[in-house]
């Protein structure tokens, strides 16, 4: 049906680095599935599943939720049509052995990635990111307080896990358990590192263009 290409690529960074509004800009252009393991946990939670009640306690502390659960998600949900031709991870994976299970399933598929983008954001910057987040309550889409408002009348909510004490342990969390996935990547060539600390656009550019150096 399309011409695109098939493309599988995975979005990594910091909470708050920008995954989301950049996939939600990415998945336009390539026509890709954006396939976010916050927003699939998140809609456990909010269909009231087992799942969605035990992953709920560990979001709202910034804690990981467990390997075998998520990448179960991801499992089943790469395997779907629509991803046949490609996707966009966001967020997932977070951790080595999430990557090497994502490894072992693309290789069973006789399929590669084409890219790893890593958005870049100092830590410092992460809190204020982080707080002003907002989304519409209706549509998902994000906005900051301070750097993104939303439009007048749009019904904004925040996530119960923006908080301060919740940022810090996420962030703690990245640093020890996701940023190991970085080597991880680079040593297969696929690592493609971005400024995430300039305007929205810029950051999307400067993804097009990583993208197309590869
Ligand atoms: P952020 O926007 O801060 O990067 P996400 O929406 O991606 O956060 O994830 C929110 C929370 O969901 C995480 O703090 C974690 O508890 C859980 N989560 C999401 N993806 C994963 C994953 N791949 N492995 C383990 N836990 C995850
Ligand atoms: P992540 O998915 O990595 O947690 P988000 O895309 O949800 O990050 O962005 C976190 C917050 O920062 C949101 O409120 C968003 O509007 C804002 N944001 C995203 N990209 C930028 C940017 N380049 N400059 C300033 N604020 C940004």
């Keep these: ?22 996939a939600k800009r990415l998945v336009d252009t390539l026509q890709i599935p954006h396939i976010s393991t916050g927003d699939m946990l998140r809609a456990a939670r909010e ?3 087992e799942l969605g009640r035990k992953a709920g306690e560990l979001m709202d502390r910034g804690e990981l939720v467990p390997d075998d659960v998520v990448i179960g998600l991801v499992m089943e949900r790469i395997a779907e049509p629509d991803a ?9 994976p977070r951790t080595r052995p999430q990557a090497e299970a994502l490894d072992a399933a693309l290789e069973a598929a ?3 990635l084409d890219g790893v983008v890593l958005i870049e ?25 301070e750097f993104d408002p939303p439009p007048d009348g749009v019904d904004v909510v925040q996530r119960p896990d923006d908080t301060v004490e919740a940022v810090r342990a996420r962030l703690a969390k990245y640093h020890a358990s996701t940023a190991p996935i970085i080597p991880y ?5 696929l690592l493609r ?15 097009m263009v990583a993208l197309e150096r590869a």
Excluded: C, W
């Design 121 to 145: 954001v100092e830590d410092a910057k992460i809190e204020r990111r982080i707080t002003g987040r907002r989304s519409d309550a209706v549509t998902g889409d994000i906005y900051h307080m």
């Design 1 to 22: 049906m399309s011409n695109n290409p098939e493309v599988r690529l995975i979005l990594v960074g910091p909470p708050g680095a920008g995954k989301g509004t950049q």
């Design 84 to 92: 046949k031709r490609g996707f966009m991870l966001d967020g997932f």
């Design 110 to 112: 006789a399929v590669e």
């Design 193 to 207: 590192r971005v400024n995430g600390d300039q305007s929205p656009d810029a950051v999307t550019h400067e993804i």
């Design 185 to 189: 990547y680079d040593a297969q060539g």
């Design 47 to 49: 269909a009231g599943t």
